[in-house]
């Protein structure tokens, strides 16, 4: 279950009533100034990254292998779209626990993340395969190479 829908007011409530107890209504209008004010600033962030994300293709990333090595269990789905700076593409049935997003780059490399409850569970980085064809190619890159000084 999620305590975070239940602490988080539960907090502020708390918060309120000892700046009651404590200072009256002057610690009221106090305490509800700070709490609007943290909201606020989580609102912000949230809408700048929001506002980020629909600036570029959904599910497109500049490098997966990079993802995944940033990536790092229970991250929020709103982190891993700051770091991307691209909303996910989804893979799942949309509403069903787990949700499956993908990111992909540009050489068809991709990250597929799973989150449960808004927090990711897993994730795993998928590479395509080369063919003869181009391991020839770059092997006759490497070979025309001049040497390094």
């Not at 829908?5 to 106090?30: C, E, N, Q, S, T």
């Amino acid at each position: 279950m999620n305590f975070q829908k239940f602490l988080i007011p539960a907090a502020g409530a708390a918060i309120v009533y000892m700046a009651y107890r404590f200072y009256g209504w002057g610690g009221v209008g106090m305490a509800a100034s700070v709490l609007v004010t943290w909201v606020l600033l989580h609102f912000t962030r949230m809408m700048q990254v929001l506002k980020r994300a629909a600036a570029r293709p959904i599910g497109y990333v500049d490098s997966a292998v990079m993802l995944n090595a940033k990536l790092k269990p229970k991250a929020s789905l709103m982190h891993v779209v700051a770091m991307t700076r691209a909303l996910g593409e989804l893979r799942s049935i949309n509403g069903v626990q787990p949700e499956v997003f993908r990111w992909t780059d540009g050489s068809n490399s991709y990250v597929d993340c799973t989150f449960v409850n808004g927090k990711l569970a897993d994730h795993s980085l998928t590479r395509p395969t080369q063919n003869a064809f181009d391991t020839e190619d770059s092997v006759q890159m490497t070979e025309n190479t001049p040497p390094a000084p």
